[in-house]
């Protein structure tokens, strides 16, 4: 079953690394100062900006307010969430085994490549990828004939420090820099299209495979816990492991481990940065709740 597309509270737009460092340096300022609570005056000075044009570029990003976002990054908030998300994923069979997800507005459907081009680092495999802005920041985005392969978060546009990301994963792979056909990928991936389907192909172990799938049947906007996903996918006692495998997530957003935290409703680690968590965690909160227009 399909589910619920997401509000189209932001309409597309071209983002620059610019944007997302106003941003994250925001959201970073007002957590660390959240028992001060700041005015919208402060936070606009700290980022160097009008009050007037930091609410209009931190609305536009993240569709609420700089106030209702903070609201959906509580411990409470999570906590609720959770017991929300642990309902829904209750419903669904096969969790984490065989049955293709829907992602955000859009099918995203997860293979994992050949035992054999697994074992060979992709022997034979050629390897397209580019450098692109996205909400969250530069991610190095890479695919193959058979769907994306890697979604990496990067902190500068550094193509040789790119390459030795994609080598070290696929050390026999040809790569090409195929900017232009990447670029149409990244597109697809955060301004979604429900008509044009994405396909994630992937290199991991069986029980990898089992969590990364695990993980497309959480919501967007919602949360679980490395214990409940162990659950999910009938390994009780392997919430370690299912943690470790989280953690060697090679498709960053599209496989939402971001969507994994702490019993306790902290945020925790994150690949590619908790700062970097925290933002998509807020920023899907205000895609897919209806909230009264504020001022």
Same mark, same amino acid.
């Given at each position: 079953?399909?589910?619920?597309?997401?509000?189209?509270?932001?309409?597309?737009?071209?983002?620059?690394?610019?944007?997302?460092?106003?941003?994250?340096?925001?959201?970073?300022?007002?957590?660390?100062?959240?028992?001060?609570?700041?005015?919208?005056? %402060?936070?606009? !000075?700290?980022?160097?900006?009008?009050?007037?044009?930091?609410?209009?570029?931190?609305?536009? @990003?993240?569709?609420?307010?700089?106030?209702?976002?903070?609201?959906?990054?509580?411990?409470?908030?999570?906590?609720?969430?959770?017991?929300?998300?642990?309902?829904?994923?209750?419903?669904?069979?096969?969790?984490?085994?065989?049955?293709?997800?829907?992602?955000?507005?859009?099918?995203?459907?997860?293979?994992?490549?050949?035992?054999?081009?697994?074992?060979?680092?992709?022997?034979?495999?050629?390897?397209?990828?580019?450098?692109?802005?996205?909400?969250?920041?530069?991610?190095?985005?890479?695919?193959?004939?058979?769907?994306?392969?890697?979604?990496?978060?990067?902190?500068?546009?550094?193509?040789?420090?790119?390459?030795?990301?994609?080598?070290?994963?696929?050390?026999? %792979?040809?790569?090409?820099?195929?900017?232009?056909?990447?670029?149409?990928?990244?597109? !697809?991936?955060?301004?979604?299209?429900?008509?044009?389907?994405?396909?994630?192909?992937?290199?991991?172990?069986?029980?990898?495979?089992?969590?990364? !799938?695990?993980?497309?049947?959480?919501? =967007?906007?919602?949360?679980?816990? &490395?214990?409940?996903?162990?659950?999910?996918?009938?390994? =009780?006692?392997?919430?370690?492991?299912?943690?470790?495998?989280?953690?060697?997530?090679?498709?960053?957003?599209?496989? =939402?481990?971001?969507?994994?935290?702490?019993?306790?409703?902290?945020?925790?680690? &994150?690949? @590619?940065?908790?700062?970097?968590?925290?933002?998509?965690?807020?920023?899907?909160?205000?895609?897919?709740?209806?909230?009264?227009?504020?001022?």
């Amino acid at each position: 079953m399909a589910a619920k597309p997401m509000n189209p509270v932001v309409e597309p737009a071209t983002y620059d690394n610019e944007t997302y460092r106003q941003i994250a340096e925001a959201i970073a300022f007002l957590r660390q100062h959240h028992l001060d609570q700041p005015d919208l005056a %402060a936070v606009a !000075r700290h980022v160097h900006l009008s009050e007037y044009h930091f609410q209009r570029l931190f609305t536009r @990003w993240a569709g609420i307010s700089p106030k209702r976002f903070l609201q959906n990054l509580t411990v409470d908030y999570a906590k609720a969430k959770i017991a929300e998300t642990k309902s829904l994923m209750d419903l669904t069979g096969d969790v984490g085994l065989s049955s293709p997800s829907r992602l955000h507005d859009l099918f995203v459907s997860l293979e994992a490549v050949s035992p054999g081009e697994f074992k060979s680092g992709g022997a034979g495999l050629k390897i397209c990828y580019g450098i692109h802005a996205t909400p969250f920041g530069l991610c190095l985005l890479a695919k193959t004939a058979r769907g994306i392969c890697n979604l990496h978060f990067l902190e500068t546009p550094d193509q040789a420090m790119a390459e030795h990301l994609l080598q070290a994963e696929w050390p026999r %792979a040809t790569l090409v820099d195929d900017q232009p056909g990447t670029a149409e990928e990244c597109h !697809r991936i955060f301004t979604p299209d429900p008509d044009r389907p994405l396909a994630l192909a992937v290199k991991g172990t069986n029980f990898q495979i089992q969590v990364w !799938r695990a993980l497309l049947q959480i919501p =967007p906007g919602g949360l679980t816990t &490395y214990q409940g996903l162990a659950e999910a996918i009938g390994r =009780p006692t392997a919430a370690r492991a299912v943690g470790n495998a989280i953690g060697q997530n090679p498709v960053g957003y599209l496989i =939402p481990c971001h969507r994994v935290i702490r019993a306790s409703g902290e945020w925790g680690g &994150y690949r @590619w940065g908790p700062a970097r968590k925290t933002l998509l965690l807020g920023w899907e909160a205000g895609q897919t709740q209806a909230f009264p227009q504020e001022a």
